[in-house]
């Protein structure tokens, strides 16, 4: 599995940006330099109260305190060879069934104003269980001594350009350790990166089709708050929990002093 994996050290991006694959330390992180800047998040004029922040969910309380480390946060990959072929090979097959997609909950896509497309893998069950299968090896690799479970895989979702997506933390319960897997990219200006949220400073993920990226969605903040300059971009996603996740999380969160929501609900009532 080793040679799949990329060096997410190595500053490999030259040339065109919609031609990179890499990881780079975003040159966003002061973030007033994008006040007014049409290329991020919400505009004013779009806004309508909906939320206070452009580029960052809105939540009451962030559960990432409480999911526990399972591995290195993030990793970047190229699928192999022979599921790369079968995959996209399927994909371009069968794009031109792709329909509008639902309204994501939340106001965290602006999917009202820029209308995006999905190829249901629901309708195609022997690819979806394919897909968790090949996968499952990686993230058992990367999540050591754990038997991971699939709990989410859904896709293909097509962004079409203008669309963006701000950055948020996954569902807590479900979904610890994640794929996005790039299965196309048309029509570009120029990449179009994943965002990432580790302690270590704000990195963008710069994928090709053919490329992949397990990532601790629960844990680690990502989104992406640049508006898409692409005609099509098209991922998969692939969401894993470990099997004993419910004991490792109790077990962190009385390590970290944490209280869960029963003790504070039976707190109240003492």
């Given amino acids: 599995m080793k040679p799949l994996m990329h060096n997410i050290l190595a500053n490999n991006c030259y040339g065109e940006s919609h031609e990179w694959s890499c990881v780079v330390r975003s040159d966003h992180e002061d973030w007033g330099e994008r006040e007014g800047n049409p290329k991020y998040g919400w505009q004013p004029h779009e806004n309508a109260g909906m939320r206070d922040k452009r580029y960052l969910k809105d939540t009451s309380y962030n559960m990432s305190a409480e999911v526990p480390r399972l591995a290195t946060l993030y990793h970047k990959m190229s699928m192999p060879e022979d599921f790369k072929e079968e995959l996209l090979g ?20 602006n999917d009202h104003d820029v209308v995006n497309h999905k190829l249901n893998l629901d309708d195609y069950p022997h690819m979806k ?115 004993d996740y419910k004991e490792r999380q109790r077990l962190y969160v009385h390590e970290q002093g944490f209280f869960t929501a029963r003790e504070m609900h039976d707190s109240k009532e003492l």
């Fill in 90 to 109: 399927w994909w371009h097959e069968n794009k031109h069934k792709v329909e509008e997609s639902e309204k994501v909950p939340g106001n965290y896509l």
């Fill in 129 to 243: 269980t394919m897909i968790e299968e090949r996968l499952k090896p990686f993230v058992e690799h990367w999540v050591p001594m754990s038997e991971m479970v699939p709990t989410s895989t859904y896709g293909v979702r097509q962004y079409r350009r203008g669309s963006f997506m701000l950055n948020h933390y996954d569902r807590h319960q479900t979904h610890h350790a994640s794929f996005i897997l790039n299965v196309e990219q048309e029509g570009c200006d120029e990449g179009w990166p994943l965002e990432l949220h580790p302690p270590f400073g704000v990195r963008d993920v710069y994928m090709q089709p053919g490329e992949m990226i397990l990532y601790e969605g629960a844990k680690i903040m990502h989104g992406r708050p640049m508006r898409s300059p692409c005609d099509s971009y098209a991922n998969i996603f692939v969401h894993f929990t470990p099997k």
